[in-house]
């Protein structure tokens, strides 16, 4: 039997702002802008939201946007703090609340000063999930997730032999990427040259290796499928929908197995209720708060094995017209960082055919992932409804 | 008419461990140059960093033991961006991420080795740095 909540889920709304750095906005004030973007995007007024999952922490409360849009009647308020797997563990709450009848429609949104704001990299180190490490890491000079993050990929470089010119592809194909989007914050072509010439932050990761700060907001509605079917846009189904947490949760250094991540769990749930497997993926929007990060969940993901990430990213496959476009609108590394929220967004755009110069030709199913703070995973598969 | 003064700023100050209900005993230990570890009562399993239950067999009781000090190391960083400026002056630093051989895990940072010579495996030993009264920090150097 077909698990209940396959396809009982739409993404009916998206909607962005600029992607900058530097802005006179409040993080609010952006979470609301591409909030009012998404409603109108679905053809629904603000008074129809009925289910909030604000991106936490930063931003704004449920009881900012009852304030600011007058929602006559919320009848959900969410946090999910999984750092970047909040925005698609969001999708699995939110789609249960609109399956069970709880919620019509539920917005999920984000808005950060990551740029203008107090900087993503050293505040990380005030969230609860993160007191352990700082704890016990932060003295011995261990702060940034570029530098906990880093152990795991020398790890993989030793082990398999995978090189700094597979993380540099990561880099190169995810910006050409973001010049074909056009709101990004990264609009300069990026050579290899220029990868392995960038400074070293925390070896083996170099600056190109790691995901911007930047300051933007983006929301998406989750909506039940059949009322989705009646709103503006061409329906995208939500397959299946996963969250994964990893052993040690608040210590990647604890971790048995450095590279096994919450997506190791969440994955195979949500093929089993999508019903399909990584052969039946079109295009991939994989988290990407540094290019090492996409490879190992690409293996992850079943779509290479163990080990192979790092030659299998290679010789155009994860570009444009390759077998696996990846991060079409050019991630985190280079369109901007609202926590992955925009990845949700690209692909929804992609199942459309609303991707314009990045578009995947023929793209019916998808899939988006999460990662967050230590290594939580979260993952879902849409597709393109008949 | 004098020219304003300006104040240097403050020298960055490095971040300390606030000790927990659950970790002080460590950090004691530490002061006292002695690797100690939280055993479960129960079950006599080991578990880094203190946590108030064991997950293997859910006694909320336990005891420090003094651990041995050698390890191999499991992975590595090099950082170079001083993401608190307290570490400008000492990047670029090696951490290493070491199994000790009373089988948990210590970050730290490696002292008196070459980038070259970290590979996988290699034997280290644990030292004590005592960074004010209270607050005894690890690092590593080879074995």
């Given at each position: 039997m077909a698990h209940p909540l396959r396809e009982a889920a739409a993404i009916s709304g998206i909607g962005e702002t600029a992607y900058?750095?530097?802005?006179?906005?409040?993080?609010?004030?952006?979470?609301?802008?591409?909030?009012?973007?998404a409603i109108a995007d679905a053809g629904l007024s603000p008074r129809d939201i009925d289910g909030v999952v604000p991106y936490f922490p930063g931003g704004g409360i449920a009881e900012d946007f009852i304030a600011s849009l007058g929602l006559p009647d919320l009848k959900l308020s969410l946090f999910v703090p999984v750092g970047g797997a909040t925005c698609v563990a969001a999708i699995q709450s939110a789609a249960m609340a609109v399956a069970t009848?709880?919620?019509?429609?539920?917005?999920?949104?984000?808005?950060?000063?990551g740029y203008s704001g107090a900087r993503v990299s050293t505040r990380l180190q005030q969230f609860p999930q993160f007191a352990l490490a700082a704890e016990f890491e932060a003295p011995i000079g261990m702060f940034a997730p570029a530098q906990l993050y880093a152990q795991g990929a020398r790890r993989h470089m030793e082990l398999y032999g995978t090189t700094t010119r597979q993380f540099a592809e990561v880099a190169v194909v995810t910006r050409q990427h973001a010049i074909l989007n056009g709101n990004v914050v990264m609009n300069k072509p990026l050579t290899v040259e220029e990868h392995h010439a960038s400074r070293?932050?925390?070896?083996p990761f170099r600056l190109f290796d790691c995901s911007l700060e930047s300051d933007g907001g983006a929301a998406i509605i989750i909506s039940r499928a059949d009322r989705a079917r009646d709103l503006k846009k061409p329906l995208v189904t939500i397959m299946g929908v996963a969250e994964g947490h990893p052993e040690s949760p608040a210590s990647i250094a604890?971790?048995?197995?450095?590279?096994e991540f919450g997506l190791v769990k969440s994955a195979p749930r949500a093929y089993e209720m999508a019903g399909v497997g990584p052969k039946d993926i079109d295009v991939a929007e994989i988290y990407d708060c540094f290019t090492f990060t996409v490879i190992r969940q690409l293996e992850i993901l079943g779509f290479c094995k163990t080990g192979e990430g790092g030659p299998f990213i290679m010789d155009g496959r994860i570009g444009l017209g390759g077998d696996l476009p990846i991060n079409t609108h050019g991630g985190l590394l280079s369109q901007g960082h609202v926590v992955g929220l925009n990845h949700a967004i690209e692909l929804t755009r992609q199942l459309r055919?609303?991707?314009?110069?990045?578009?995947?030709?023929?793209?019916e199913v998808g899939l988006v992932t999460g990662y967050g703070d230590m290594g939580d995973g979260s993952i879902a598969i849409l597709r393109r409804a008949a | 008419?004098?020219?304003?003064?300006?104040?240097?700023p403050p020298a960055p100050e490095r971040p300390l461990p606030a000790p927990t209900r659950e970790s002080q005993p460590h950090w004691d230990g530490m002061r006292e140059g002695r690797f100690l570890l939280q055993h479960c009562s129960a079950c006599g399993k080991v578990r880094h960093y203190p946590r108030p239950v064991c997950p293997h067999c859910f006694s909320m009781a336990s005891e420090f033991k003094e651990a041995t000090q050698g390890g191999a190391i499991h992975t590595w960083t090099v950082c170079h961006h001083p993401f608190n400026f307290f570490f400008k002056a000492s990047a670029p630093y090696i951490v290493a991420l070491v199994d000790m051989d009373a089988g948990v895990r210590v970050n730290a940072p490696l002292r008196g080795v070459n980038e070259a010579d970290l590979k996988i495996g290699k034997r280290v030993?644990?030292?004590?740095?005592?960074?004010?009264?209270?607050?005894?920090?690890?690092?590593?150097v080879s074995d």
């Open positions: 900058t750095r530097g802005t006179s906005k409040s993080a609010l004030a952006l979470q609301l802008e591409a909030s009012l973007a009848g709880v919620c019509n429609h539920v917005l999920i949104a984000v808005g950060r000063t070293m932050i925390s070896d604890q971790r048995p197995d450095l590279l055919g609303e991707a314009g110069r990045a578009q995947v030709k023929d793209a | 008419m004098n020219a304003p003064t300006v104040a240097p030993r644990l030292g004590f740095e005592p960074v004010n009264k209270e607050v005894t920090l690890p690092f590593f």
